[in-house]
T-cell receptor, first 113, second 114 residues
Framework: AQSVTQLDSQVPVFEEAPVELRCNYS??????LFWYVQYPNQGLQLLLK??????LVKGINGFEAEFNKSQTSFHLRKPSVHISDTAEYFC???????????FGSGTKLNVKP | ETGVTQSPTHLIKTRGQQVTLRCSSQ?????VSWYQQALGQGPQFIFQ???????GRGNFPPRFSGLQFPNYSSELNVNALELDDSALYLC?????????????FGPGTRLTVT
């Protein structure tokens, strides 16, 4: 089975500062990796995904993530955050050929002016 | 293009009752997945339907069941409600089965069991 650990439940950061949201996964087989964002009272929206190929993945809203197989990590980064990035971010994993997603517990990003 | 919609928005039920939640998939999508998101937690996968057949299931008891209709709308049914079933229930549709396809989430149904 697969599992996801998001080490930080909350990350406060000032506007225009860089941010990294950490995600580690556990799996005995090859995986697909995802980051989703959830704004208050809304469903989840896909930010980016890693399926194969380049380990640096670029997504929407200026976010990017790097797949590190040796460290089983898929950390999300943004060089300069905006107030509008305040939301909850979820990392998710799925194994090849399995129709199941496993989500982490989420990281609340709070961008302060 | 209409996105994924869910009804009702909120629901209050009593322990032991049964509930049906509904989801209307995005146009052209033949796959739907259901998730339970407890307060302060990430979504947990309940099951996925592809072309009206269950296509994958998470660690949920049989009292959680589903249906997908020919028009690809779907239902989540929960029998014998328990207090721990209180959560936000999300559905997500995708154009095909397989996790490589992007899932489009609805806004969810907030279920409270008292």
């Amino acid at each position: 089975a697969q599992s996801v650990t998001q080490l930080d439940s909350q990350v406060p950061v000032f506007e225009e500062a860089p941010v990294e949201l950490r995600c580690n996964y556990s799996s005995s087989v090859s995986v697909y990796l995802f980051w989703y964002v959830q704004y208050p009272n809304q469903g989840l929206q896909l930010l980016l995904k890693y399926l194969s190929g380049s380990t640096l993945v670029k997504g929407i809203n200026g976010f990017e993530a790097e797949f590190n197989k040796s460290q089983t990590s898929f950390h999300l980064r943004k060089p300069s955050v905006h107030i509008s990035d305040t939301a909850e971010y979820f990392c998710a994993v799925s194994a090849y050929n399995f129709n199941k997603f496993y989500f982490g517990s989420g990281t609340k990003l709070n961008v302060k002016p | 293009e209409t996105g994924v919609t869910q009804s009702p928005t909120h629901l209050i039920k009593t322990r032991g009752q049964q509930v049906t939640l509904r989801c209307s998939s995005q146009s052209g999508h033949n796959t739907v997945s259901w998730y339970q998101q407890a307060l302060g937690q990430g979504p947990q996968f309940i099951f996925q339907y592809y072309r009206e057949e269950e296509n994958g299931r998470g660690n949920f008891p049989p009292r959680f069941s589903g249906l997908q209709f020919p028009n690809y709308s779907s239902e989540l049914n929960v029998n014998a409600l328990e207090l721990d079933d209180s959560a936000l229930y999300l559905c997500a549709s995708s154009p095909e089965q397989g996790v490589a396809y992007e899932q489009y989430f609805g806004p969810g149904t907030r279920l409270t069991v008292t």
